[in-house]
């Protein structure tokens, strides 16, 4: 396989999935995958491929989440010139492009149910059709599809075809988490390391101190082996020194003493010697809510127009004598005091 392609684990949890998909390539049945963001989804379909007699043949990815829903289905099934605005000549689809090979459906959770539906039709007669056409197109095509999404919850609450579930289903590849691979993580930071350094044109890797590999082994990873393999290569290429062991990692790449925040707007109280409610206290009525809202748009108006009543009023939509009959009531003073 391709260096991008490589398997990087000894952890049972994580050899037992690949397992189940090398035993599962040669069945020319659909395979769901099933896992956390960047636990290596794509790679297993490209498993799933190269160890299927259609090793030779396309192996076509579309990401489902990457486009509008009204664009989905012209992608997968295609269509013929004029069959919408824009479409000014004939285009075919991701069916016919993995036609004798795998069509790789990423976030499939994000497919409408229009989509779906042709979708399940495609998968059941091996038969598509391009918008705007009349006739169906026969292919032969595996599918491979993955998600983060629980489908059978979504299958529950109908957001999911529960019959194109059960069709994807004949084997279901769930990757487990990073932080579920025992002794994974070592191995992933050693690998992503000498990479790192071998791109840097260092002679040697010095792998990483015990404080910073401990470091790695206890953070949660939320983002599983992507984000591993981020923070593992800028460790090293920030540290830039290949004689000494890499001592310092950091896992947030936005993490600055001078990153922007936003500046926070303290309470304007209505009168001088009134402390106003948190915010999870309950009006003990509707009149009291309805006071402190009041009370909250006439203090933000005041301060917006600095405090020129004409320009309040009419920003408030009030007359004059309105506007300080509710300075009164709410004991806002005139000069802004």
Not at 247 to 268: G, H, L, N, R, Y
Request: hydrophobic content about 45%; some cysteine; glycine content about 8%.
């Amino acid at each position: 396989m391709e260096r991008e392609s490589q398997f990087i684990g000894q952890s049972t949890a994580f050899l037992d999935a690949v397992e189940r998909a090398s035993r599962a390539a040669p069945v020319r049945r659909p395979v769901l995958v099933i896992g956390e963001r960047g636990t290596g989804k794509e790679l297993i379909a490209q498993r799933l491929h190269h160890l299927s007699p259609r090793w030779g043949e396309p192996l076509v990815t579309l990401n489902c989440a990457a486009l509008p829903e009204t664009l989905i289905e012209a992608e997968l099934f295609g269509h013929e010139a004029g069959a919408f605005t824009g479409a000014t000549r004939a285009r075919a689809g991701r069916f016919e492009e993995a036609d004798r090979g795998t069509l790789f459906l990423d976030e499939l959770g994000n497919l409408s149910m229009a989509a779906q539906e042709r979708l399940l039709r495609a998968i059941e007669y091996g038969e598509v059709v391009r918008i705007g056409a009349s006739r169906p197109l026969t292919v032969d095509v595996r599918i491979v599809a993955a998600t983060n999404a629980d489908l059978p919850r979504m299958a529950a609450q109908g957001t999911f075809r529960a019959d194109l579930l059960d069709r994807l289903s004949f084997e279901v590849i769930t990757l487990p988490p990073l932080r579920a691979r025992e002794g994974d993580v070592a191995e992933l930071a050693d690998f992503y390391g000498r990479r790192m350094a071998s791109e840097l044109g260092w002679d040697r890797f010095p792998g990483f101190t015990a404080g910073a590999m401990a470091a790695l082994e206890d953070y949660p990873w939320p983002g599983n082996v992507r984000e591993l393999r981020n923070v593992v290569e800028r460790a090293v290429y920030r540290w830039g020194d290949e004689s000494t062991p890499v001592a310092e990692v950091v896992f947030d790449a936005f993490a600055s003493a001078w990153a922007p925040v936003e500046a926070a707007t303290p309470p304007s109280p209505c009168a001088e010697n009134t402390t106003p409610p948190p915010a999870a206290v309950i009006p003990a009525s509707l009149r009291e809510a309805v006071d402190a809202h009041e009370c909250a748009l006439l203090t933000a108006a005041l301060e917006r127009q600095r405090w020129n009543q004409r320009k309040v009023a009419a920003d408030l939509g009030l007359t004059y004598d309105q506007l300080r009959h509710c300075l009164k009531k709410h004991g806002l003073r005139a000069g802004g005091g």
